[in-house]
């Protein structure tokens, strides 16, 4: 089986201050260098077989810290990329609230149904992020590997992995630098670990069960 290791970038200059950022692009906070730092430290040199990150640069940066404390190739996976949100894409909350009431609401009531004009849905999201963790399942089928992507992809693969409807996906909290662990062979994988910010314990954790020749039991009734 495979484990795989999924990480949210670290904090941005733009998450302190409420600034939605999509596909924009936004400088760490110091704060965000500093979980970059302890993120990497949770992976031991030559832990992993390869490091798989979003295009932008928040997720490349951690990326680029994990793969040089671990020696694991890194690439580049556009299919990891955060959700397309256009026109809400470099402005604060309170100015998104005021230009787009109705779509604010819903988006926080049935995200499922949102879908940015020129952008995406969740439904794209899925796919394209189900797409990208099959792949890996698939070339790593005994590995260890780091993903590094954004909250909504992360809300998504880890609805999708516990059959939750995707408008449910604002009852998972994804924070800056927190590591949920994946197992299996397929998508949608199963869920090991959520969201953990404890230095080591996601790693520690998925050794402990032996994540990569786990298999789920079947339950009978």
Excluded: K
């Amino acid at each position: 089986m495979t484990a795989v290791y999924v990480l949210r970038h670290p904090e941005t200059t733009w998450n302190l201050s409420q600034r939605y950022q999509g596909r924009l692009e936004s400088p760490l906070s110091t704060t965000g260098r500093e979980q970059a730092a302890v993120a990497a430290s949770v992976f031991p040199p030559g832990s992993l077989n390869a490091v798989v990150s979003s295009p932008l640069r928040r997720a490349r940066f951690l990326a680029g810290e994990i793969a040089g404390r671990t020696g694991a190739p890194l690439s580049i996976d556009h299919r990891l990329t955060e959700l397309g949100q256009t026109s809400w894409e470099g402005l604060h909350l309170e100015e998104i609230q005021v230009r787009y009431p109705e779509t604010h609401d819903r988006w926080y009531l049935r995200p499922d149904t949102v879908h940015f004009p020129e952008g995406e849905d969740l439904a794209a999201v899925q796919r394209r992020s189900q797409s990208a963790l099959g792949d890996i399942f698939e070339r790593y089928p005994d590995g260890d590997i780091a993903v590094i992507t954004h909250s909504v992809v992360i809300q998504v693969l880890v609805a999708t992995a516990l059959a939750l409807e995707l408008r449910h996906i604002h009852r998972l909290r994804v924070s800056n630098a927190g590591i949920t662990t994946m197992c299996g062979t397929a998508v949608p994988g199963s869920i090991l670990t959520l969201n953990a910010l404890e230095p080591r314990s996601p790693v520690a954790s998925a050794a402990a069960l032996n994540c990569a020749r786990w298999q789920p039991r079947r339950i009978t009734t």
